[in-house]
């Protein structure tokens, strides 16, 4: 493809988002797809257009804003097209001619620009010196939860999130060992290394097409963020156990939690939807979990939980949260979140882990966790939980011996997570 066609996908991909309002992964997904004939550099370019933009909204609208066009009232296809030129004009510093030559509207080209378009070219903006949500690129509204989060941090915590993450593998200890993993990785021609916190990751920075290698095929490692892997291991646990995933989801820590058992003991996978359930179960064959229980609930008033009390040595609630700690991989998601959500969210975390307390065995574990960076969706509802219940002590479960678990891209490497440890008080 042409570099003008490669622009045509990006707005047609951006305003398909803007109009069904799926996650852009899901978009983009669908569209390639559709659209076989684009060769895989090709995907690559455009794609890397297209979350470009998105980690780079809140400067996009600002600058056209100043110029009388707002994005956010204009229909799906031309918001797409003045955000494309904005970041092409102020994040890439495009030659004004060029985008006489791309914007041709010949054909496979994205249409020529018009006269209110074309006020988009003036003089780059210093950045630096704008509103600290234009700054960071992130909504206005979260400025507050942020601030109390990062302090005087937030200004570098941000600018790392607006950075590509890294491909992370955890490897599948049921099948393999990490020397083995790197090895047949390396053999494909994949350039990984060891990770620096998980015991079982590897890491490779480039986006490699992980799921053609025969390492993966065969179980030996799965997608799964470094950070991710360390709420598994902080949940210490022991083969023979019985371990409670009641959030599973598509099963990542789930797999993760059968490894450690090394198929001895069970992991019983929960979540209210069966068809996050039903995608986990193929990857529980090809890792050679044999032990899981795969079973979706309609809740803590489910018949089936209700009889599980004082059940489990381990419990965790990977809880539904804001996703704020993924947007290096996520980027379209803190444009949809809103303040309202977060408060909803508050309410089903601190709803879950009181449902969850009574199933936990006395002297076992209740972990709770959020890829979230909110104090609001993570100490706070920690805190919360303590004062209502007595019977249960906080574990420091932290690096370093701090009290929560709590990771970001610029500390860590990782996403941001969160992750708080509970011991039920033996009487």
């Known amino acids: 493809m042409k570099d003008a066609a490669r622009l045509e996908s990006v707005i047609e991909i951006l305003a398909l988002h803007g109009a069904a309002k799926k996650p852009l992964d899901r978009v983009s997904h669908g569209y390639f797809k559709t659209r076989r004939y684009i060769g895989s550099k090709d995907r690559q370019a455009i794609s890397a257009h297209v979350y470009g933009i998105m980690r780079h909204r809140a400067s996009c609208d600002w600058w056209a804003l100043e110029r009388g066009l707002s994005p956010l009232l204009m229909e799906p296809i031309n918001a797409a097209r003045i955000r494309l030129l904005s970041y092409l004009w102020i994040h890439e510093k495009m ?37 600290p949500w234009i700054e960071g690129e992130f909504p206005e509204w979260l400025y507050p939860f942020l601030k109390r989060r990062f302090g005087e941090n937030l200004t570098a915590e941000m600018a790392a999130f607006l950075e590509q993450a890294p491909l992370d593998l ?7 060992t990490r020397e083995d993993a790197l090895k047949s990785l390396e053999r494909a021609g994949l350039e990984v290394l060891p990770s620096s916190l998980s015991p079982w990751g590897l890491r490779s920075e480039e986006r490699e097409n992980i799921t ?11 997608v799964q963020d470094e950070g991710s892997q ?21 099963g990542g820590k789930t797999l993760a939690l059968a490894a ?21 179960k193929e990857r529980m064959k090809r890792a050679g979990a044999f032990n899981v229980e795969l079973r979706a609930i309609t809740g803590f008033h489910d018949k089936w939980l209700k009889r599980q009390k004082e059940r489990f040595d381990r419990v965790l609630i990977d809880a539904p949260c804001s996703g704020t700690g993924t947007w290096r991989r996520n980027p379209d998601q803190k444009w949809n979140i809103t303040e309202k959500d977060i408060k909803e969210l508050c309410v089903i975390q601190a709803s879950l882990l009181e449902g969850a307390a009574p199933l936990v065995k006395r002297g076992g574990y209740l972990v709770y966790a959020t890829c979230s960076l909110l104090l609001e969706e993570n100490q706070d509802i920690a805190a919360s939980f303590l004062e209502t219940n007595p019977e249960f002590t906080l574990a420091p479960c932290g690096l370093d ?22 011991v039920r008080v033996v009487e």
Not at 212 to 222: N, R, S, Y
């Open 212 to 222: 053609q290698t025969k390492a993966f095929q065969e179980g030996h490692v799965e």
């Open 401 to 422: 011996g701090a009290s929560f678990l709590s990771l970001s891209p610029l500390q860590n490497g990782t996403d941001g997570f969160f992750a708080a440890k509970f």
């Open 95 to 131: 030659k004004r001619e060029t985008f006489g030559i791309l914007f041709s509207g010949e054909q496979y080209a994205p249409e020529k620009l018009s006269d209110k378009e074309c006020s988009i070219f003036e003089k780059l903006p210093e950045l630096q010196a704008k509103s």
């Open 230 to 250: 360390l709420i598994a291991n902080l949940m210490d646990v022991l083969p023979g156990q019985s371990i409670l995933d009641l959030c599973a989801g598509a």
């Open 260 to 280: 450690l058992l090394e198929n001895k003991g069970r992991v019983v996978a929960t979540d209210v939807a069966e068809w996050r359930l039903k995608r986990a």
């Open 170 to 176: 955890r490897v599948n200890t049921l099948k393999a």
